[in-house]
């Protein structure tokens, strides 16, 4: 007696397959975005990582929020100044600072706010810390930020 095996068994059967290597190919590209650095060849001298950089419109300017992470075993050194590059030469100082820590373990988070004008936003910008340089923005043009107004973007490419 042969087994005979309906054509919707066979069917199920190869889209159940397909959409276990959708389903992990999906699991992939999300676990590479969640891990995947702001920058991959990060200045050392900078002893510190962009984490991320939030950007919102305020009327005809902007507001960038920059969050660092100091790097492991290394310690932010407060009596130098940071600033802000534009493409155009223009340095900036942050409109505000904020560290983040614990007594015993040192700062470990760095969190600087500036104040832009549009021109600001048109061209790459570099962050001056420490003895290094990080890369902010690399793409020219002014980031599209959606119907809120504010964006946060994780890789340098905005």
Do not use: Q
């Not at 305020?58 to 310690?75: I, N, P, Q």
């Amino acid at each position: 007696m042969a087994f005979v095996v309906s054509p919707a068994v066979v069917k199920r059967a190869k889209f159940r397959a397909l959409l276990v290597v959708v389903l992990m190919v999906s699991l992939g590209f999300a676990v590479w975005s969640w891990f995947r650095p702001y920058a991959w060849n990060v200045d050392p001298t900078a002893r510190c990582e962009v984490v991320g950089a939030r950007v919102k419109r305020d009327h005809a300017f902007f507001w960038m929020d920059l969050h660092l992470k100091v790097s492991r075993g290394e310690t932010h050194d407060l009596m130098k100044p940071v600033r802000l590059l534009t493409s155009a030469g223009k340095e900036l100082e942050p409109a505000d600072t904020t560290l983040g820590g614990s007594p015993d373990g040192g700062t470990t988070d760095l969190w600087f706010k500036y104040w832009l004008e549009k021109s600001d936003l048109e061209g790459p910008l570099s962050l001056r810390i420490n003895d290094g340089s990080l890369v902010i923005k690399s793409n020219p043009g002014i980031p599209a930020l959606g119907s809120s107004d504010a964006e946060y973007f994780t890789t340098h490419r905005w």
